[in-house]
């Protein structure tokens, strides 16, 4: 029981370095034409970019449509990014993670 428990206690560890190497990470989208999104691989938006041109008024429901798959698309590739992070740690094999 010892064992396990320090065992999980080493996880623990090293899910936390984990966690503060993917809160530096950096991941820029910017497939988008005309907006450029930051974030963090914990997920949290570092900032958004729009070119002038959405700003329009007649522009404003394709940019919405566009920002909204922007920032599905920039949380997908910092998902995936975590994903290939978390491989990296021995023993912390969880399902579905690949």
Not at 24 to 32: D, H, P
Not at 37 to 62: C, H, M, T, Y
């Amino acid at each position: 029981m010892f064992d396990q428990m320090k065992k999980m206690m080493e996880l623990k560890k090293q899910a936390d370095i984990l966690k503060k190497e993917l809160e530096k990470l950096v991941i820029e989208y910017n497939e988008v034409r005309g907006i450029r999104i930051k974030v963090n691989g914990a997920q949290i938006f570092q900032s958004i970019e729009v070119e002038d041109s959405w700003l329009e008024p007649q522009q404003k429901s394709r940019f919405q449509v566009e920002l909204i798959k922007a920032l599905n698309m920039a949380v997908r590739k910092s998902q995936k990014e975590a994903a290939m992070q978390m491989q990296k740690i021995p023993g912390l094999n969880i399902p579905g993670l690949t």
